[in-house]
């Protein structure tokens, strides 16, 4: 199949802030190693694999550090699981799966089923944030907290996140007029000096910047407004299901274990993220370890604890594909979930739930 772009995908659907990190971060599309000592040529029968981040080297991706670092990755077969930064032109996972560049990635439905639409025999095995970190973010002196709140309001809202924001008034049946969208380019200073109400943005940053900065800041997670959807998605090709099971069952195995490092410790996934893997980022420690732990509270929901990591419950699903219809995305639960590997993963060994 043709080469699939991350930016086109993006265009197509309208949704680039449902694509985590896109929108909040700046673009880096370099590629990099991994750089933690743990898998080296020692490691078992897997060989090396590369897997592709959904965006730059930052603290979105603390598991994938750990599991390298702590060596979860080596102990499960792999000599080497290379981290591919995502971001540039023509570096999307679809892209990369469907050119081979990567074995594995991160990405979002937003941007997968598109690519399965078009015909790509791809599929989601896995969800790490079990709910999309989009919000409306706003002041707790003029708070935001139901969608209801957003009539009269002057939101700012990127032209690149029309089709969400749609999405959004359509699954609270809010009429557009009934609220005042503002063009915005991701300046907090807009909603702190009074010229926004609120503004579409990431919970993971951006009420940690206003925080940082002596603001009080409110938020209400699209997820929990009508509009739930996941990210940080493991993306596969169908191929790789079918003839490699075990290969996947290891790696989503050495996953789960790096990330029940990380989310129960913030600070060193901010220290890998800030002094290791992202190093050349210029990333804030403090500021990683607040947004570590922010995001944590997206990967650890109540159905997640009692399943385990990356799974997602039936009505998970039925709810991003509804999502996803609200969006102009209309497929089918099958086309673009397994969670089937997850499943026996679990099975075999329920000690990999959280405690």
Known sequence: MATLDRRAFLRTTGLAGLALGLAACGDDGATGGATGGATGAAGGGFGAIKLQLSW???????GEYFADTNGHFKNAGFSQVELLSGGGSGTSVESGLATGRCWAGLSA??????????????????????????????LNKNPIKEAKDLAGKKIG???????????????????????TRVPFQSDPSMLTSGQLDGYVGFVTSGPVNLRMQGHDPAYLLLADAGLPLVAETFTVTQET????RDKLKAFLT???KGWKDAVADPAKSAELAATVYGKDQNLDVKEQTEEAKM????????????????????????????SLAKAGLDIKAEQLFD????????QADPSLKLA
């Open 56 to 62: 730059k080297k930052n603290v979105e991706f603390a």
């Open 109 to 138: 439905p937003t941007i997968t089923a598109p690519a399965v639409l078009q015909g790509a025999a791809l599929k989601i095995v896995g969800a790490t944030f079990q709910k999309n970190p989009f919000a409306i973010v706003s």
């Open 157 to 179: 809202v990127q032209d690149s996140n029309e089709l969400v924001w749609n999405a959004l008034l359509k699954a609270n049946g809010l009429d557009a007029s009934s609220v």
């Open 241 to 244: 299901i079918d003839n490699e």
């Open 254 to 256: 050495a996953e789960i």
């Open 295 to 322: 995001q944590n509270e997206l990967v650890v929901t109540p159905d997640a604890k009692a399943n385990g990591l990356f799974t997602m419950t039936p009505e998970l699903i039925a709810q991003n594909i509804e």
């Open 339 to 346: 969670l089937s590997i997850l499943n026996e993963i679990y």
